[in-house]
């Protein structure tokens, strides 16, 4: 029945390409494989005969599939055929043939391959892929017995690892200048890496990194320049729900117009002038409420005196802050308070 595959019915028919469904939709056709349990069953449907070479979006998903095991995808899996979107979901994946999606180099728009069990991955691949701008690979088995290499990509913007156990150095996207968001969510790293010299953070000459999410992880200390904005792009900053307590001069530079700061949730105890004078400046530039202090076991001593005598600058502090009782608002401190302090 060849003959049936033409532009008129651009996919392949439904017995050929089963378990696999083909549909069109705004001129364009999409493959949702969920219903395929293992390779075996992906490598037949995609035997199948398709007059045009490239589906735009491709799905598999077996979160309400019990007897699926689809624990690896193949170098042939898919055929001769290009995706734009892939998303791969919920499944018992662990590894992906480095050539699984070659004939995609010239399409791959966004590759989701959250929740799964993924332990391996060869990101050293990822700089063939032309127009790649999300890579999505939460909420898999990783682990810091692997440390995930450099990676690099003239195209990338979005890269979420969080949900995994990882270890990286310094230079983990140094090679992705068009990077605009991170999320390293619940990772289960202790520091956020910087060079040898702690001259130069993660994102050192980065120019368009804007959302960056290290919550819930283990850090303890940011220095000086940990995280950088040197173009003034930062935006929404997310350290919250970690084990800070130590923090450096200019520990975080270069916000822009959307920029703010969660560090709710930490073991922050002083606020102190030299430390934090640049980056509730540099807010208090953009708005109030820029950072978030909730959750901390704030000393509200000496320490805040500067903030209490400049009203201004305590207006940049989200106001439900407060002091190591718990109770006390941290901008309910007066000149009263502090007025015996050297």
């Known amino acids: 029945n060849v003959s049936h595959i033409s532009s008129e019915y651009p996919c392949p028919l439904d017995t050929a390409f089963a378990p696999c469904i083909c549909t069109e939709e705004d001129l364009t056709i999409n493959a949702d494989c969920s219903g395929a349990k293992n390779d075996a069953e992906l490598i037949k449907a995609f035997s199948s005969q398709f007059p045009f070479p490239t589906f735009n979006n491709l799905l598999i998903d ?58 391996t991955f060869t990101f050293e691949v990822i700089p063939q892929f032309k127009t790649l701008r999300v890579l999505n690979l939460a909420q898999n088995s990783f682990t810091r017995e692997a440390p995930i290499p450099a990676i690099r990509s003239t195209s990338l913007q979005i890269l979420i690892l969080n949900v995994n156990e990882l270890s990286f150095e310094a230079d983990l996207v140094r090679g992705c200048q068009n990077l605009t968001k991170l999320d390293l969510q619940n990772t289960k790293i202790t520091e956020i890496p910087m060079d040898i010299q ?145």
Request: charge should be negative.
């Open 198 to 342: 702690d001259t130069f953070g993660m994102f050192y000459d980065l120019k368009y990194i804007k959302d960056i999410n290290f919550a819930s992880n283990d850090i303890y200390e940011m220095g000086t320049s940990t995280i950088q904005g040197t173009q003034n792009t930062l935006g929404s900053i997310d350290i919250s729900n970690n084990k800070i307590y130590l923090l450096h001069p200019e520990f975080i530079t270069g916000f822009g117009p959307d920029g703010e700061l969660n560090m709710s949730s930490n073991k922050i105890v002083d606020i102190y002038e030299e430390v934090w004078t640049s980056v509730i400046h540099e807010l208090k530039s953009i708005g109030i409420d820029k950072i978030n202090l909730d959750d901390n076991p704030l000393r509200c001593g000496c320490d805040v005196e500067w903030l209490v005598r400049d009203q201004t600058l305590m207006e940049v502090i989200v106001g439900t802050a407060t002091c190591a009782d718990g109770v006390t608002l941290l901008n309910s401190i007066t000149v009263e308070d502090v007025e015996n302090c050297p």
């Open 62 to 119: 077996h979160v309400v599939c019990s007897d699926c095991n689809l624990t690896n995808i193949g170098q042939l899996s898919f055929g001769p055929l290009s995706f734009v979107h892939v998303t791969i979901q919920n499944t018992a994946l662990q590894t992906v043939h480095e050539s699984t999606f070659q004939n995609s180099e010239e399409t791959l728009l966004s590759l989701d391959l959250n929740t799964n069990n993924i332990n």
